[in-house]
């Protein structure tokens, strides 16, 4: 049996589809990175198209902190949807855990992120980036993190491609 898409023409972009990875040192600290625009934030971004999720985790985390890991090491745990500054936009965030690394972070993309530090889960700087927020909050709930309600979709991996 096959599969057809239906019309010929692209769909109307609904969303914004990105990755946060909460990376963890062996001491179980968070790698937070200082944005220029004041905010700290996680690791992540885009998804590009016919990437997966995984992929798009490890190569975020390689190209804004020079940290090296493998898509099979990234656990992705749950799924966030919110609206992107209320214009209508779906925002999807895939929220992503990495405890297997290689390498020392660095601002790789200075332009954005000026320098990356480890911060134990109790002791987080802010003000956080809205994603990066909603990311640690669902990952631990019990951290004292105001961010803006998304709904929440819990990740069950129940195979591997």
Not at 62 to 88: I, K, N, Q, W, Y
């Amino acid at each position: 049996m096959r599969s057809r898409q239906r019309g010929d023409r692209p769909p109307h972009a609904q969303a914004v589809f990105g990755v946060g990875v909460i990376v963890l040192d062996t001491d179980g600290r968070v790698l937070l990175g200082r944005h220029r625009a004041g905010t700290w934030e996680l690791p992540g971004g885009k998804v590009d198209p016919g990437e997966s999720v995984r992929a798009a985790a490890a190569r975020e985390l390689r190209e804004e902190t020079g940290l090296v890991t493998e898509p099979d090491e990234v656990r992705v745990f749950a799924m966030l949807h919110d609206d992107l500054h209320g214009h209508g936009l779906n925002r999807i965030t895939m929220a992503a855990l990495v405890t297997r690394h290689r390498g020392t972070p660095y601002a790789a993309e200075p332009q954005h992120v000026d320098r990356w530090e480890w911060h134990s889960p109790g002791a987080l700087p802010g003000p956080l980036f809205t994603p990066s927020a909603q990311v640690l909050t669902v990952w631990r709930p019990e951290l004292p993190i105001s961010a803006p309600a998304a709904h929440r979709l819990d990740v069950m991996c129940v195979g591997m491609t």
